[in-house]
């Protein structure tokens, strides 16, 4: 978490994925605890998250589950980029069989788990996605990302079109594996849509009495159960001395 002595909470999120929304709401539920937004590198989320570095993780599986809780959250349109005047270009959308035969780059970083990849993998694997990028627009290859990450690294002389018949990309929230803060429960529960009246998890979040407010509340019910035995049998003499 964040070095403060005020409440935070650490967001890591990777390239494409934006939580601009779901911060949004955090302010308006908890305007008193402060939330960091940190970008974080694809393949370095899950250990950074492990490490403490950040809270929570959005990010893409699939993901080492040790030591971390997975979260699905929505899956994302698989897209391939390519030149602007290469013939993918020519159709709205594409199928896997257009893709036959195709030079197809796979950056170090990739994160569409595919088994099979289709058309032909190209020797040279580039460093980043941005890195493929560049050379897409130089006619190495062409590259299949998530739609997202088409959006951020799109350029002037690239186009990128959906892949109708392809498996989605997964986008989800990671935790530590266990017990969550109360803090992480309530991110849990605004990426999950849930309504700031719902009641779950929040008696993890509720503080624990100490012994003397313990010892006082059994007291206090000591006596009002001595007072309403009082009640009950004042009522009852009256009530024999109405009938005498």
């Known amino acids: 978490m964040a070095s403060s002595s005020l409440p935070s909470l650490t967001v890591g999120y990777v390239p494409g994925v934006t939580p601009a929304k779901w911060a949004r709401t955090w302010a308006q539920r908890q305007p008193d605890v402060r939330l960091h937004l940190q970008a974080v590198a694809a393949a370095d989320a899950a250990d950074a998250l492990r490490a403490g570095a950040i809270d ?3 990010l893409r599986p699939p993901v080492d589950p040790t030591g971390v809780a ?7 349109m698989t897209v391939v980029m390519a030149p602007t005047d290469h013939l993918l270009s020519a159709a709205d959308t594409v199928t896997i069989a257009d893709l036959d035969g195709e030079p197809i780059l796979i950056p170090l970083d990739d994160v569409v ?3 099979a990849v289709p058309g032909v993998r190209v020797d040279h694997r580039p460093e980043t996605t941005r890195d493929a990028t560049e050379l897409v627009a130089a006619g190495i290859g062409a590259l299949i990302v998530p739609q997202s990450l088409a959006r951020l690294h799109h ?3 690239l186009v990128y079109r959906p892949i109708a018949d392809a498996p989605t990309c997964p986008v989800a929230l990671a935790v530590p594996e266990g017990q969550q803060p109360a803090l992480v429960e309530e991110f849990i529960g605004i990426v999950r849509g849930r309504k700031p009246s719902s009641s ?9 009495r100490t012994a003397r407010e313990k010892t006082l509340a059994k007291q206090a019910a000591r006596i009002a159960a001595r007072e309403a035995a009082g009640k009950v049998a004042s009522k009852q003499d009256r009530a024999q001395r109405g009938r005498h």
């Open 113 to 115: 788990a595919w088994a």
């Open 56 to 58: 929570v993780a959005l």
């Open 70 to 76: 997975v979260i699905p959250l929505y899956e994302e």
């Open 200 to 208: 779950r998890g929040r008696s993890e979040s509720a503080p624990k």
């Open 155 to 157: 350029r002037k002389d």
